[in-house]
């Protein structure tokens, strides 16, 4: 902490779920938070922040911020409430809660929390309410990156990515289906010092995103493609006598049947022939990533989002194995750091607690679960840190679920978000800076303490405050529930495994980032063929997206949706200045599409197809591709002039692997707005 005359600077963390987790320096006088920094001392963050996160006192002190708990007094969804008391919120929710379980059982409560705070303890504790309470399971995650674990998981294990530290050592860097500048935007430093020591850098990716655009060559394959491309740069590379024998004799499963079976199909010609790219293109490809040094893939989540997504990823992901590339300093490969953390999150969660096994609900089916499920039928849904009715797939049916007059919702938010407008008591969250929580990041090998900054604004309340008040008037006693921040940082380290069991609480508690002394080889081995998945999805091959074979000259346009630069998904709507930067909600029409259509720059349009409509601006670029349309940002209602929003348009069907969402398994078409 260091003192001036007027204000104090102290260390926090950003709670935001970003792989780059930054390490800032918060100004605080009289209580009030003046500004933020990046903090010159984090070694990934390097002290600056993103465009987002740079001013966030408007985000804490945005006059949109939730100041009191509220109840509904209009019909649900119509946005009027009431102020109640904090007494009044907990008292009436645990009174409905205990008539919901006597009379439907404990299994007609779900509760739907997530990553709004990346916090351990934030994110974690209210799953340990919902154990002891006996409600539905919640299978998180798979609205994001549930597909691309199972994908990364089956090609090479718990394998944690490679430290993206280490990138400043390799020569080729390629940022497969990663808008690095928006997403891992302090990747870049490490990928200019790189590049400053000779490095070509390669953008993979259907969109000519930021990435592309600083890119030395873009390639821009279909939606969906990956698989064969990897598979096509396997057959040349073997072809070429490229690949490591040594490395692959030790470290590699089913090799011998995937030469045999699958690698002679896919030659340039015929992954041409699947990607659109040209085959001098696949062959110029597998030659720079087989001749180089320490060659380096940074996969992004967004190519796990369509049907075939985990395979997508698995085959990415068993590239550096074929050039031995794990070995050394500089390759390898990075979608995230998660696995190299060995904190017992449980005992944070307490899958323990659960009085028997209870029925598991898909994140990404939300609507479903509200509209379609029986016995019993969910009566009482709890959702924090998380704003469904825009980013969950089939948003559509997700409101007409929470229109149901027989559930009872509480949604707890910092904002009057979407999803809070269709609650029947809404809460007051804090933001991260005004709450105690450990973090570890999924980009990098640090891990941070984060004090309170400042005291809760208004009436808010963290999620760790909100779930043990409502433990103690549920009546559940177990210390989980009332355990201080440091109790809890020391019940993630008692049973922690790895390199994690060696951290210091007291190290951790200054609040200076700590890294895991851990140095990455590598999986021990890469699964070409992995027989625990089945046979159908054994061996890594390429298959088309089966919605594809339906598509109809209706909807002849692919949608392609991804974060946007200025938003962190729709948490921060309710900043004025970065709503602006984001713009209008926008969709990009290549020009020859837009041609077709007659539609010009600027246009307004709607996206159509057999599930509706929904309000944008079009920006005619050729950044999109032919035949694909792109969304950056999935955005407020609010900001669509026809109230909507893009997920309704996305159906709830699932990855082959790890039941995660959709998204880029959608087809459209975009025509002259009727709004
Ligand atoms: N500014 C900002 N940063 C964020 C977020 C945000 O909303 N805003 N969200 C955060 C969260 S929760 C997450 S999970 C991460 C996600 O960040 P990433 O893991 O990077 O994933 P996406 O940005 O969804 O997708 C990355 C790229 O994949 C491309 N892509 C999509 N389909 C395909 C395909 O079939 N093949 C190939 N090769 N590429 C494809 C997209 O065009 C996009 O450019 O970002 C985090 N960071
Ligand atoms: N079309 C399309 N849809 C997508 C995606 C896409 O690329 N395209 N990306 C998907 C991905 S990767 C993800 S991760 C999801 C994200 O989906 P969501 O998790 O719904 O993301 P946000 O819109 O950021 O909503 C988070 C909410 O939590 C609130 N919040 C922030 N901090 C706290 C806190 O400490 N406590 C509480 N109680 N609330 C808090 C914020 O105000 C905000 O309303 O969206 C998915 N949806
Ligand atoms: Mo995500």
């Known amino acids: 902490m260091i003192d001036t005359s007027e204000s104090t600077v102290t260390r926090a963390v950003c709670g935001h779920d ?20 990046g903090d010159p001392e984090h070694p990934f963050t390097r002290g600056w922040l993103c465009a987002k996160v740079a001013k966030y006192e408007q985000r804490v002190y945005s006059p949109d911020r939730l100041a009191t708990p509220l109840r509904r007094t209009g019909p649900k969804g119509s946005g009027s409430f009431a102020p109640i008391s904090w007494d009044d919120a907990l008292d009436e929710i645990v009174e409905r809660w205990r008539e919901v379980a006597r009379r439907w059982g404990s299994e007609a409560l779900l509760g739907y929390c997530y990553s709004g705070h ?14 002891a309470l006996g409600a539905c399971r919640f ?8 597909a691309a674990e199972a994908g990364w998981t089956a090609a090479v294990g718990r394998t944690p990515g490679v430290d993206p530290e280490s990138i400043v050592d390799s020569d080729l860097i390629i940022a497969w289906g990663a808008n690095i500048p928006t997403t891992n935007a302090h990747l870049l430093s490490f990928l200019s010092e790189a590049r400053k020591k000779g490095a070509r850098f390669i953008a993979i990716d259907p969109h000519r995103n930021r990435a592309a655009r600083h890119a030395d060559w873009h390639l821009a394959p279909r939606i969906g493609s990956d698989a064969a491309l990897a598979l096509g740069l396997m057959h040349c590379l073997f072809r070429d006598g490229q690949h490591d024998a040594a490395y692959l004799a030790d470290h590699a499963t089913g090799l011998d049947r995937l030469r045999a079976e699958i690698l002679p199909a896919y030659t340039p010609r015929a992954v041409a022939a ?23 893939i940074r996969l992004g989540m967004g190519m796990s989002r369509h049907t075939r997504g985990a395979m997508a990823i698995r085959a990415v992901a068993s590239l550096p194995a074929v050039v031995g590339a794990w070995t050394t300093h500089g390759g390898g490969a990075l979608m995230d750091t998660a696995g190299i953390w060995g904190f017992d999150y449980d005992a944070i969660r307490r899958p323990d607690l659960a009085p028997r096994e209870t029925r598991s609900i898909n994140h990404s089916e939300l609507g479903r679960a509200l509209t379609e ?62 709450t105690d929580d450990l973090y570890r990041s999924y980009g990098t090998y640090y891990t941070q303490f984060g004090a309170r900054t400042i005291e809760p604004v208004g009436e808010s309340r963290s999620n760790a405050r909100l779930v043990a008040d409502l433990a103690a008037r549920l009546g559940l ?16 380290l008692a049973n922690a495994t790895g390199p994690t069991a060696a951290l210091d609480i007291d190290d951790l508690l200054s609040g200076t980032p700590v890294k895991l002394p851990w140095t990455s080889r590598g999986p021990a081995m890469t699964f070409f063929v992995n027989d625990a998945l089945g046979a159908d999805q054994a061996i890594i091959q390429w298959r088309p997206d089966p919605a594809e074979a339906n598509v109809t000259p209706e909807w002849p346009l692919r949608l392609l949706t991804v974060p946007g630069h200025f938003q962190a998904h729709t948490a921060y709507d309710g900043v004025a200045f970065l709503r602006k930067r984001e713009g209008e909600p926008a969709c990009l029409v290549h020009p020859d599409d837009a041609t077709a259509r007659a539609i010009r720059d600027g246009d307004r349009v709607d996206i159509v197809n057999q599930a509706g409509r929904v309000a ?18 999935v955005r407020a209602r609010n900001r669509h002039r026809d109230g909507r929003t893009l997920n309704m348009l996305i159906g709830d069907g699932l990855t082959d692997l790890g039941g995660g969402a959709t998204y880029q398994s959608t087809w459209i078409d975009v025509r002259p707005s009727q709004s």
Do not use: W
Request: charged share 20%; with cysteine; glycine share 4%.
């Open 18 to 37: 970003c792989p780059d987790q930054c390490s800032m320096l918060a100004t605080v006088r009289d209580g009030k938070l003046l500004s933020v920094a």
């Open 118 to 131: 990346m916090g351990l303890i934030n994110r974690n504790l209210p799953r340990a309410l919902f154990h």
């Open 139 to 146: 299978q998180a995650g798979t609205v994001c990156d549930s």
């Open 274 to 296: 699947i990607t659109s790219l040209e085959a001098s293109d696949v062959e110029r490809l597998a030659d720079l990533y087989g001749r180089a040094a320490a060659p380096f």
């Open 373 to 434: 499920l029986d016995n019993p039928p969910l009566k009482a849904l709890f959702v924090a840190a998380n704003n469904p009715t825009v980013t969950c797939p089939d948003a559509g049916r997700v409101e007409r679920g929470l229109l149901r007059e027989d559930l009872f919702t509480v949604v707890h938010d910092l904002f009057l978000s979407d999803t809070a407008r269709f609650a029947d008591i809404v809460l007051p969250a804090t933001t991260a800076l005004e």
């Open 477 to 492: 006693t177990d210390p989980v529930f009332s355990r201080s921040p440091r109790e809890h940082v020391a019940a993630l």
């Open 616 to 633: 944008f601006r079009a920006a005619v670029s050729d950044a999109a591709q032919p035949g694909i349309v792109v969304v950056e940002s």
